[in-house]
């Protein structure tokens, strides 16, 4: 089982929380550097929520 399985597991009934977290974890970062890295810590989110299959469509997404 790999990790991403586990954690997947570990989540299950929780994909609100984790959305969440990955948000406020990259807006953390975007305001630690100062929103340098900004597109890459928005893609990087959309990524893992994908990967979690928490993602949310929203408005502003262009796909």
Request: hydrophobic share 25%; aromatic share 4%.
């Amino acid at each position: 089982m790999s990790m991403l399985d586990k954690l997947k597991g570990l989540l299950k009934g929780h994909e609100d929380v984790a959305r969440q977290g990955v948000e406020k974890g990259g807006d953390a970062f975007d305001a630690r550097t100062g929103n340098k890295y900004q597109s890459q810590v928005d893609t990087a989110q959309q990524k893992i929520n994908e990967q979690l299959g928490t993602q949310e469509r929203r408005p502003d997404d262009q796909q």
